[in-house]
T-cell receptor
Framework: DTEVTQTPKHLVMGMTNKKSLKCEQHMGHRAMYWYKQKAKKPPELMFVYSYEKLSINESVPSRFSPECPNSSLLNLHLHALQPEDSALYLC??????????????FGDGTRLSIL | AQKITQTQPGMFVQEKEAVTLDCTYDTSDPSYGLFWYKQPSSGEMIFLIYQGSYDQQNATEGRYSLNFQKARKSANLVISASQLGDSAMYFCAMREGLRNTPLVFGKGTRLSVIA
């Protein structure tokens, strides 16, 4: 069992739909991340939240909108997605303290398919 | 330039044998951390092992060990006594600097364990 929980595990949506991906962790971590992973590729960083504030946005299109309501929750709001946005979306968390040993702990991911 | 290079797209190993997955990295920062993650077909990214740039000894975690050769900028993962459950994608990743910078992943190596 992972300590980072992502829901839903699978999502199929049309290009005009609005949906949200959710991520929850109870490890007391204050940094949370969204990654996008296409098949047979490494994860690509999308967003980083540190102490509930957006600290990194890797030039992600505005049809992806992140939200961090509190230190345990991270959402990714989706609107007007394109077929190329179909991918595995991974959430991760870590301690944001300075120091090298800060492994990120990942959830199981949400497999998103855009019709 | 690639910061993390994994030159083996796929590897096969006989059950109970040892296998080495290669990883080389590129950084000019004296402070960095190297991580290995395992990703089964289910999608979850599982943290395996960590090596810091100032660590004097190679890291070990159960059947996993990291062969860290700083002068060659390599951080190879060694899995001893391979099991069928080790079949997965393996990613090498790096964080540079002492601040909470994002992970940079290599392209991964797919390991298949044969009975």
């Amino acid at each position: 069992d992972t300590e980072v929980t992502q829901t839903p595990k699978h999502l199929v949506m049309g290009m005009t739909n609005k949906k949200s991906l959710k991520c929850e962790q109870h490890m007391g971590h204050r940094a949370m991340y969204w990654y996008k992973q296409k098949a047979k590729k490494p994860p690509e960083l999308m967003f980083v939240y540190s102490y509930e504030k957006l600290s990194i946005n890797e030039s992600v299109p505005s049809r992806f909108s992140p939200e961090c309501p509190n230190s345990s929750l991270l959402n990714l709001h989706l609107h007007a997605l394109q077929p190329e946005d179909s991918a595995l979306y991974l959430c991760a968390s870590s301690q944001p303290r300075e120091g090298l040993y800060q492994p990120q702990h990942f959830g199981d991911g949400t497999r998103l398919s855009i019709l | 330039a690639q910061k993390i290079t994994q030159t083996q797209p796929g590897m096969f190993v006989q059950e109970k044998e040892a296998v080495t997955l290669d990883c080389t990295y590129d950084t000019s920062d004296p402070s960095y951390g190297l991580f290995w993650y395992k990703q089964p077909s289910s999608g979850e990214m599982i943290f395996l092992i960590y090596q810091g740039s100032y660590d004097q000894q190679n890291a070990t975690e159960g059947r996993y060990s990291l062969n860290f050769q700083k002068a060659r900028k390599s951080a190879n993962l060694v899995i001893s006594a391979s099991q069928l459950g080790d079949s997965a994608m393996y990613f090498c990743a790096m964080r540079e600097g002492l601040r909470n910078t994002p992970l940079v992943f290599g392209k991964g190596t797919r390991l298949s364990v044969i009975a």
